[in-house]
């Protein structure tokens, strides 16, 4: 487990290393100067991708899948629409997964208190605030108050700690898929990540027909 002064230098280290490389691996994401808007695609493919059989011809996953076949939904909607509204998806570090972690418990110990006016049974935490503030040295009532606000002191004290949460910024790699973000969450980000999602325009979003699946962000 990281001790506290590793919590934020690790995670900055790692969010900085991660925003650079997540999506972008060894390519850019494309622009208006490198690839098509969404919402008039004639340089980059043929007239085919606006037709029933486009998901077949340009699946990223092949064979008229299901995720192919929401991007084609939403590549076609936007045809001569610059305007059209679009909700792009990205997978980004979970950056406060430790704290997170580590808050939960305590979270849930103090529920159980003010639920059963009571202390969880064979519980870690419980059991060492009660060998710090022992029964022999304060009143029963003086016990459990030092203990819930050792907790509550506990909780405050990672919350210090967590970090800003990472936006969908120009030149990022999104999908508009969900479901595509949550793989390369799983995959890519080893589990340990939020899909963060935005609402654009089609004129913002870019491709130069890698995938129907990824596109650069470039609002204008």
């Known amino acids: 487990m990281a001790g506290d002064g590793e919590i934020g230098g690790d995670m900055n280290w790692y969010r900085l290393a991660i925003e650079k490389e997540d999506y972008e691996g060894n390519h850019t994401a494309p622009t208006i100067d490198s690839g098509s808007p969404m919402h008039d695609l004639s340089d980059t493919y043929s007239d085919d991708i606006y037709s029933f059989d486009a998901a077949r011809l ?6 008229n899948h299901p995720l192919d076949l929401m991007a084609i939904l939403v590549i076609q909607s936007a045809r ?29 110990a103090v529920y159980y208190y003010h639920k059963f006016k009571f202390w969880p049974m064979n519980n870690t935490i419980i059991h060492q605030l009660r060998e710090k503030y022992p029964i022999e040295q304060h009143t029963y009532n003086e ?7 050792d907790i509550k002191k506990q909780i405050e004290d990672m919350e210090e700690k967590r970090q800003k949460a990472i936006t969908i910024n120009p030149t990022d790699w999104v999908t508009i898929t969900r479901e595509y973000a949550k793989e390369h969450g799983e995959g890519q980000l080893g589990g340990r990540y939020k899909i963060i999602s935005k609402t654009v325009k089609a004129a913002e979003l870019f491709t130069t027909g890698d995938s129907i699946q990824e596109w650069g962000y470039n609002p204008q």
């Open 143 to 149: 016990q459990q108050e030092l203990m819930l606000q």
């Open 58 to 63: 340009y699946g990223h996953y092949g064979r």
């Open 80 to 108: 001569n629409r610059p305007n059209q509204s679009v909700k792009i998806y990205r997978a980004v570090p979970d950056l406060n997964f430790e704290i997170d972690r580590l808050i939960k418990p305590l979270l849930d």
